[in-house]
């Protein structure tokens, strides 16, 4: 048996919150029936959106690529399912109340079906392929993070080896509360994970892999030890987080397992480590021995506004709405439509926008759920939020500044710092939105940033012309003098008879050292400079 | 297609706030109010009703003049917890008008002027008080005595009501000397510090009386601190830095300096160091400036209590330290995420 070793580690703040993820610890994961339609946007990664394959009317098969990436921050997308294509438009996306995006609408040819259930075997065998080739068949998998941010896999992969790191961190923390898909996966797939991060492993070139689970996954923690023993890996461990959120963000989950603080403007790959979600290692699992491309992924759907929470493998573009109806349909009590967990997920005005790659976590959230925080009451300064702020800032010195908009004092007090966790307001005693600032100061900050930019370049191009065109007019000037020496200089200039005499004796000059370079046979080619 | 309400994250709260952060603390208050009345006479009841009835008008008008919402704001208590702060400072024997002009100064002044709650930079309770005590510094050292039983509650009520004394009653007969007071004079007139000591006004602790009511706001600070209201650092950085030079001076020269639990048992002590000094919105913030903080308050009230011309010290070390607070701040930022160790 694999021991299950404890981290060694702290990190700064933090909170141990209720988890209300009791329900789904046991659930198997359930498989959405293919629903009608199927909403793809074109931009669901960090990079710029991609570029479709394909033409409305067009049908396509499973699987068949059907919009490229233009860059290595975007990965490619797939049909998930045998469809025509309908429509390329833009639909009102997950993000910010007005988030609109270019979609690829696919009416699927067999709505209801399940699809093909993923393989039970995770297979067995040794990974030796060569690390570029398992990259490329990752980003032609369109394999991207299933942590939120959908960063392709491949290209982080790619990254990390440049810098031969030393470790892949499997995290499998979950720390936000209610949120429970990496666990069903971790408990019901643990072999495939496994086998999974090994191939992202080997991807990025890591010497040496950690999985990392929270303490309060009991089952997911046991058969992941399980299915460690029976590979018999001995480069691989596994390690038991904390319940204290975040464990999960990247660099506190970083500073759990190896002790370094990883400030904010480095890499992981800077410091020799590469972190994946459970999920995506699942993902690389699927493209690599299943030849599958990432074209679903499990979502947790849950909260007292739902009827029937559940884990649910579901293809990428399905409407929140056909989840939610897959659930037994929203209760009384829906109140709020939070996509993501309830610390960090963003509410959405309606149930029509699609999951994407990044979609962990569906939060139908009934009044119970949120714990209505009461009026906004002016900052008392009373330091709960330093005490639990992961990234070590004090966020109501931050708040001063965040609302007086000083550059300078928001570089002071670290506002690029602020992982954005949640956790200042969600003790702030006088309900101060806090993060809102913040990423309302940030906005305005990247806005100056890029305004000064800009400026900067119109600037430095507006002095190149100048300079340019004075070299023109010089050289225009020197070329005249030089064809025209014996112009007479304006009347008015003084000194005029010294500069007259000055030019007949540089025009004399000229023309003596020409008739030195030319051969003495040669016929003069042009007139002799009038004197 | 269902439509939503929007909100910002996170979408969760604890559910403390401030209103029940303010409750919290004058329950806290609650033992140590009744205490005073026992020892020191109705007056210390009386002085925290006035007070905290002339808060609320006081926080009432100016939230009115400001044109901010007056009963929502009303509800978050700091204008009550302000006034229940400068009443336990002030003395259990006071006209009305007193009350009236220190709750004036400390609510209107101390705190509106500069922008309501959060944005004060001096302790309100403690501004109102220090006006007080230079304006009217006859009326504010006036204290029942110290070892006579407390004076009735009739003599009181007249006195708080009228500014004078019923025909029958002396003032003599029921005001005298703090302990603080006594052992001020006593020092200039060259007793040792051994020899006062043995007088009726110390028992085992500090003050006769002071000592009692010292232990009662001990007890409820370390309540308060339980429940994570009162964080630990500036209480015990201000006790250290009472303790520390006091501690120092009594062995070095024991005749002339009281040792540390005469300081740590009499006057306002405990009151400062767990309810004044803590008051969150003129306090450091950050963790090390808390410590910093609360040790300036402890060695100035030492300072001003053995070489000042105050017997006691905790409004003066309290404001001076509120003076340095945008500098302590300012130099003790945490270490960056991801910086090296210093």
Redesign the interface.
């Given at each position: 048996m694999v021991e299950i070793e404890p981290t060694p580690h702290r990190f700064p703040g933090g909170l141990t919150l209720p988890g209300h993820k009791a329900a789904l610890q046991t659930a198997p994961i359930e498989v959405l029936p293919l629903p009608d339609e199927l909403v793809l946007p074109l931009r669901q990664h960090p990079g710029a959106p991609a570029l479709p394959l394909v033409a409305v009317g067009q049908r396509v098969e499973a699987g068949e690529r059907i919009a490229a990436a233009p860059d290595p921050l975007t990965a490619d997308l797939h049909a998930p399912a045998e469809a025509t294509v309908v429509a390329l438009e833009r639909r009102a996306l997950i993000g910010a109340p007005d988030a609109q995006g270019q979609c690829l609408v696919l009416a699927c040819a067999a709505p209801g079906s399940r699809g093909e259930p993923p393989a039970a075997d995770p297979g067995a065998g040794a990974i030796d392929t060569p690390a570029a080739q398992i990259r490329r068949r990752l980003a032609a998998a369109g394999v991207a993070g299933q942590g939120g941010a959908a960063f392709p896999a491949a290209t982080k992969a790619g990254v990390a080896s440049a810098s031969q790191p030393r470790l892949l961190i499997l995290n499998g923390a979950e720390c936000e509360p209610y949120v429970a898909c990496d666990e069903a996966l971790l408990r019901t797939g643990a072999a495939a994970v496994l086998r999974g991060a090994e191939w992202l492993r080997r991807a990025a070139g890591a010497t040496a892999g950690v999985i990392a689970i929270e303490a309060d996954k009991a089952a997911a923690l046991a058969a992941m030890a399980a299915a460690l023993a029976a590979t018999g890996w001995t480069h691989w461990r596994l390690q038991r987080l904390p319940v204290r959120y975040p464990a999960g963000a990247e660099r506190q989950l970083i500073q759990l397992v190896t002790g370094e603080e990883l400030g904010a403007g480095r890499l992981p790959a800077e410091a020799g480590i590469v972190c994946h979600n459970v999920g995506t290692a699942y993902a690389a699992w699927q493209a690599l021995e299943q030849d599958r491309a990432m074209t679903h992924r499990v979502v947790t759907v849950t909260g007292g506004g739902v009827a029937r929470p559940a884990n649910v493998l579901a293809p990428i573009g399905t409407p929140l709405a056909t989840l939610i109806e897959f659930c037994g349909g929203y209760t009384a009590l829906a109140h709020r439509l939070i996509v993501g967990g309830p610390l960090t997920g963003v509410a959405v005005a309606d149930d029509a926008r699609p999951i994407t790659k990044g979609t962990h976590c569906v939060l139908v959230a009934a009044p119970a759920d949120l714990s209505n925080p009461g009026p906004e009451r002016a900052c008392i300064r009373c330091g709960d939020c330093v005490a639990v702020c992961p990234a070590r800032l004090l966020p109501q010195q931050l708040l001063q500044a965040a609302r007086r908009d000083e550059d300078d004092e928001l570089a002071r007090q670290r506002l690029f710092d602020c992982i954005e966790c949640g956790l200042c307001a969600h003790v702030c005693p006088s309900h101060i939105p806090l993060v809102a600032h913040y990423r309302r100061a940030k906005a305005l900050v990247r806005g100056r940033q890029r305004d000064a930019a800009a400026a900067a370049q119109a600037k430095a191009r507006y002095e190149a012309r100048e300079r340019r065109l004075a070299a023109e007019a010089a050289e225009l000037a020197a070329a005249r003098e030089a064809r025209r020496p014996g112009r007479p200089a304006a009347p008015s200039e003084v000194g005029q008879a010294q500069d007259r005499r000055a030019a007949i004796q540089a025009a004399l000059d000229r023309a003596r050292a020409r008739a030195q370079q030319k051969p003495a046979d040669a016929p003069p080619d042009e007139e002799p400079p009038a004197s | 297609?269902?439509?939503?309400?929007?909100?910002?994250?996170?979408?969760?709260?604890?559910?403390?706030?401030?209103t029940?952060?303010m409750r919290q603390v004058l329950l806290a208050l609650l033992p140590s109010v009744l205490l005073a009345s026992l020892l020191l006479g109705i007056g210390a009841l009386l002085n925290l009703l006035l007070a905290i009835g002339f808060a609320v008008l006081v926080e009432a008008y100016c939230l009115r003049l400001r044109g901010r919402p007056v009963w929502?704001?009303l509800q978050?208590g700091?204008a009550v917890v302000s006034g229940a702060l400068l009443a336990m400072a002030l003395p259990p024997l006071l006209p009305w008008w007193i009350t009236l002009c220190g709750v004036i100064v400390a609510i209107a002044l101390g705190k509106h002027l500069y922008g309501?709650?959060?944005?004060n930079p001096f302790n309100p309770a403690m501004l109102g008080y220090v006006v007080l005590i230079v304006s009217f510094p006859v009326f504010m050292t006036r204290w029942p005595d110290a070892v006579a039983p407390a004076p009735g509650p009739w003599p009181v009520l007249h006195y708080t009501l009228t500014g004078t004394l019923p025909a029958s009653t002396q003032l003599d007969a029921i005001t005298g000397a703090t302990p603080l007071d006594h052992l001020r004079n006593q020092l200039r007139l060259a007793w040792t510090w051994s020899e006062i000591r043995a007088g009726v006004y110390y028992g085992p602790l500090g003050g006769a009386k002071w000592q009692w009511l010292n232990l009662a706001w001990l007890a409820g600070g370390l309540w308060l601190m339980s429940r994570r209201i009162v964080?630990w650092q500036i209480p015990v950085a201000l006790l250290a830095g009472l303790t520390l030079p006091s501690l120092v001076c009594t062995l070095v020269a024991p005749d002339r300096f009281p040792g540390p639990m005469l300081h740590l048992f009499s006057g306002a002590t405990m009151l400062g160091a767990f309810f004044i000094a803590t008051d969150?919105?003129s306090?450091s913030?950050?963790?090390r400036g808390?410590l910093i903080y609360g040790f300036g308050i402890g060695v100035l009230l030492w300072l001003i209590r053995s070489f000042g011309s105050y017997p006691d010290a905790v409004a003066f070390s309290v404001l001076l330290m509120n003076l340095a607070v945008p500098l302590i701040?300012r130099h003790t930022?945490?270490?960056?995420?991801?910086?090296p160790r210093a």
């Open positions: - | 297609m269902r439509q939503f309400e929007l909100a910002p994250a996170p979408h969760t709260h604890v559910a403390r706030d401030v029940r952060v929502s704001t978050d700091s309501g709650l959060g944005m964080r969150p919105v306090a913030t950050t963790p808390r701040d930022l945490p270490r960056r995420y991801g910086a």
